[in-house]
C-alpha cells in the first residue's frame, strides 16, 4: 500500500516581499553604465594555478591593482531602484557603532543596538543565528510535507522494470544478431564458395575436428541467441528495481491550498493515492482554515513601512521580566532598512557534486549613492566550476518595553512608554539572486615565436634554428615545437617538442606526441639542431608555440632552406608569412598558387553583379535621437573633363587559344546622395 503521511513542521511562506539582489553578466539585459559584466579574469600564469584555491598567489603580491593578480573573478550585482538605505543600519555604519559600543546581551533600559556581530578584517561579521529569513520570520507554519512511498513496490514496479529490461536486452540482442548475420554472409561471399572449404580453413587455425567445426556453424544463430544470459538478465532488473523501490515523493505543498489539493485527490476516479489520502482530510482542512486565518503578508516599500511580527527566538528576551511579562509583550513595530549583501559561494565538482567553499558579506553603499557593486574573489583556481547567488541583507529594528517584575500584571498603557523601552535589532535576508556560473578557464591561444633564423651548424653538420619568446601577457607559454616538410604540397612533420612546463597540474593537448621526440627541460631552450637532413633537397621549416592549458599557436614564418655544397651554407627563402593555422599551411603563402581569375568557355555575353555585404552602416551615438552614418567610400569616385564623377573598374578578358586579350573599362556614375555625402 501507499504511505501517506502529513506534518506542520515545515518552513512558512513568504512573509515579506523584499528585494533581492540582480546579478550582471552576459545573460544580463541591462547593465549599469560603467559596469563590467561577472566574468573570470585570467591575468598571467603561476605554476599552482590549479590547485591554489587560498589565493597564496594574489597575497605575495602587494600591489592592490587586481590586474597585477594572477586571476580573479569579476562579481557584479546591485539592487533596484528605491530600495531604503539608513546610513546607520548599513554594515559599515553598524560596524563603526558597534566598535565603540559592544554588543549587550541584556542591554539597560535606555536606547542601544543590541547585535551579536564582530569586526573580522575589517568587515562585519555576522552571527548566523541572528540572520532570519523571509520565510523563518513567520511563528506558524504556512507549508505542510507530503511523504508518499509506495509500499506495495513488489509486484507493481517489479514487473514494469522486469518488462522495460527484457525489452531493451532483447531489441540490443537482435541488432548484434543482425551484425553478426551480416559480418557471416559477406565473410563467406568473398572468400569461399561452400560451407565445407570454410571448414577446412578454420581446421587449421582451430584444433579440433571437422564434423565439431561444421555443426558450431549450423547452430551458429543458436549459439549466439542469447548475447546477455539469464542470470546477467536477472541481475539487470534487480538492481534498476532495487533503484526505482527506492524513489520517494515528498512536495511540500502551501497550507493556504492543501485540504483543495487533497480533496481533489481523493475524488479523482483515476487517482493513485485516493485511498491513502482520505484519513488525512480533516487534519489537512483544519490545517487550511488556520493557515488563511493567520497569513498575513507584509510588503515594505519605504522606511516608514512598519509591521507587527513575532520576534524570533534569537532576540534576547528584556532582563529581569517574570515569564507571563515575557508571554504578553510578543508583538511590536518593525521597521526595515537595506544594511548589505551575502555572497554564498559553491563550487561544482567535475562529478556534478556542489561543495560549498564561503560566505563573504558586503555593506550596502551609503544612502544616494547607486546599489551596483563589484566584488573581486581572488580565491580561484584555474579549471575550476563556480556559482555564486547573492542575498540582500536588511536591519530589521523593532523596540521593546523594559518589563521587571513590578510590571506584570500591569496593563500595556501602564508599561510601553518611550523612557522605558529598548531598541533590539536583527537582520533579514531576501530571496537568493540568480545563480551566475563561472567557469575558470581562459581561451587566449598563445602567439607563434619569432624572429626565427636559420643557420648551417658547420660540427654537427645539420640545420641550426633559433628563435625568441614571443609577447606574451598570461606568460603561460610552456613548450616550443619545430616542424619541417619538403614542399608546400606535403603536411608538416614534428621534428621535436620541447617541454619546460612546471605545472602542478599539466594539461593536455589535441595532438599526441611521442617520448622519442620530446626534451624535457626545467628553463625555455630556444634552438635546435636538426641533423636529419638530405644536402640534395629542399627543407621547410616553421615553428608554433604551446601554452600551459594545452592550446596551440598558428604557424610562425615558413622559411624554405637548401644547403649550398660551393658557400657551405643554407640558402634561406621566405615562403609563408606568420599566421597560417594547421588545417591551411599554405593560407598565407607569398607566391600565391591561384589568382582572381574565372574560366570559362562557349559564351558570348556576360552580366556583372555588383553584391555588397552591406548597404548602411550607422552608430548610436548617445544624446542624439538619430544614428550617425558611418557607412565607407566604396568607390573612388573621380572627374573625367568636367563630366559628372565616375569610378572606374577594369576587366581584363583572355582568350587562352588565341593568345590575345581586352580590357573593358566598367564606369559607375556618382549618385546625387553619394555627391551630397561625399561633397563631390
Known amino acids: 500500500m501507499t504511505n501517506a503521511n502529513f506534518a506542520e513542521i515545515s518552513d512558512a511562506a513568504h512573509i515579506f516581499k523584499m528585494a533581492s539582489p540582480l546579478v550582471f553578466d552576459n545573460l544580463s539585459t541591462e547593465i549599469p553604465l560603467g559596469t563590467q559584466p561577472t566574468e573570470f579574469v585570467y591575468n598571467h600564469y603561476v605554476f599552482d594555478e590549479s590547485v591554489d584555491d587560498d589565493a597564496k598567489a594574489a597575497k605575495s603580491i602587494k600591489d592592490p591593482d587586481p590586474n597585477a593578480k594572477p586571476r580573479h573573478v569579476r562579481l557584479s550585482f546591485g539592487m533596484p531602484a528605491g530600495i531604503p538605505v539608513d546610513n546607520r543600519y548599513t554594515l559599515d ?25 564582530e569586526v573580522v578584517d575589517g568587515r562585519l561579521q555576522v552571527s548566523s543565528k541572528m540572520i532570519a529569513n523571509e520565510i523563518s520570520l513567520q511563528a506558524k507554519p504556512n507549508f505542510a510535507k507530503l511523504d508518499l512511498q509506495d509500499l506495495n513496490a513488489d509486484t507493481k514496479l517489479y514487473n514494469l522494470v522486469n518488462t522495460s529490461a527484457q525489452k531493451r536486452i532483447a531489441q540490443e540482442n537482435q541488432r548484434v544478431q543482425n551484425d553478426v548475420d551480416a559480418l557471416k ?132 528576551n528584556p532582563p529581569d521580566a517574570g515569564p507571563t511579562a515575557i508571554a504578553k509583550w510578543q508583538l511590536y513595530a518593525l521597521k526595515m532598512y537595506f544594511a548589505g549583501y551575502i555572497i554564498r559561494k559553491n563550487e561544482i565538482l567535475p562529478d556534478n557534486s556542489v561543495v560549498e567553499k564561503e560566505v563573504i558579506m558586503l555593506s550596502a553603499s551609503p544612502r544616494g549613492t547607486s546599489q551596483a557593486r563589484e566584488y573581486i574573489d581572488f580565491k580561484v583556481a584555474y579549471g575550476r566550476n563556480y556559482t555564486y547567488t547573492v542575498e540582500a541583507l536588511y ?67 645539420g640545420s641550426l634554428i633559433m628563435w625568441n619568446m614571443p609577447a606574451n601577457p598570461q606568460r603561460d607559454i610552456k613548450r616550443f615545437q619545430v616542424l619541417r616538410r619538403s614542399s608546400i604540397q606535403d603536411p608538416f612533420e614534428l621534428q621535436i617538442e620541447i617541454d619546460f612546463d612546471q ?70 627563402t621566405l615562403i609563408s608569412t606568420r599566421g597560417a593555422s594547421a588545417q591551411y599551411p599554405n593560407f598565407n603563402l607569398i ?87 561625399y561633397k563631390l
Open 93 to 117: 555604519g553598524l560596524k563603526t557603532r558597534l566598535q565603540y559600543n559592544p554588543p549587550l546581551v541584556n542591554p539597560p533600559p535606555y536606547n542601544a543596538d543590541a547585535i551579536e556581530a
Open 185 to 316: 554472409e559477406n565473410f563467406l561471399s568473398r572468400n569461399f564458395q561452400s560451407q565445407t572449404d570454410l571448414v577446412k580453413v578454420l581446421k587449421r587455425q582451430v584444433p579440433a575436428s571437422e564434423d565439431f567445426i561444421s555443426k558450431a556453424m549450423h547452430n551458429l544463430a543458436e549459439l549466439n541467441e542469447t548475447y546477455i544470459d539469464e542470470e546477467e538478465q536477472k541481475q539487470i532488473v534487480q538492481d534498476n528495481f532495487e533503484a526505482v523501490k527506492r524513489a520517494r515523493f515528498t512536495p511540500q505543498i502551501s497550507m493556504k491550498f492543501i485540504s483543495s489539493l487533497v480533496s481533489s485527490a481523493v475524488t479523482d476516479p483515476i487517482g493513485t493515492y485516493s485511498e491513502e489520502l482520505t484519513p488525512l482530510q480533516d487534519i489537512v482542512s483544519q490545517a487550511q482554515s488556520r493557515a488563511i486565518s493567520e497569513y498575513m503578508p507584509l510588503s515594505p516599500g519605504s522606511d516608514k513601512t512598519t509591521a507587527s511580527i513575532a520576534a524570533p527566538n534569537l532576540i534576547q
Open 395 to 461: 536591519t530589521a529594528t523593532y523596540q521593546v518595553p523594559y518589563v521587571t517584575d513590578q510590571d506584570v500584571g500591569k496593563g500595556v498603557d501602564d508599561i510601553a512608554t518611550d523612557t522605558n523601552a529598548l531598541r533590539q535589532a536583527f537582520f533579514v535576508s531576501s530571496r537568493r539572486s540568480r545563480a551566475a556560473f563561472v567557469e575558470t578557464i581562459e581561451n587566449i591561444p598563445p602567439k607563434p615565436p619569432e624572429s626565427m633564423k636559420i643557420m648551417w651548424d658547420q660540427e654537427s653538420q
Open 503 to 572: 605545472s602542478v597540474v599539466k594539461y593536455p593537448t589535441v595532438e599526441s606526441v611521442s617520448r622519442e621526440l620530446k626534451i624535457k627541460s626545467k628553463v625555455p631552450i630556444y634552438h635546435y639542431i636538426d641533423k636529419n637532413i638530405d644536402k640534395g633537397k629542399s627543407h621547410i621549416y616553421t615553428l608554433r608555440s604551446i601554452d600551459a592549458h594545452g592550446m596551440i599557436s598558428q604557424y610562425s614564418e615558413q622559411i624554405a632552406v637548401k644547403y649550398n655544397r660551393f658557400t657551405n651554407r643554407l640558402d634561406a
Open 591 to 677: 607566391s600565391r598558387m591561384f589568382s582572381p581569375t574565372i574560366k570559362d568557355s562557349n559564351h558570348t555575353r556576360m552580366k556583372i553583379y555588383f553584391d555588397p555585404e552591406y548597404l548602411r552602416l550607422t552608430n548610436e551615438v548617445p544624446g542624439q535621437q538619430d544614428p550617425e552614418d558611418v557607412t565607407p567610400k566604396l568607390f573612388n569616385f573621380e572627374g573625367d573633363g568636367g563630366q559628372e564623377p565616375r569610378s572606374r573598374f577594369q576587366l581584363q578578358v583572355l582568350n587562352v587559344d588565341l593568345q590575345q586579350s581586352e580590357t573593358i573599362d566598367i564606369l559607375i556614375p556618382c549618385s546625387i546622395s553619394a555627391r551630397q555625402k
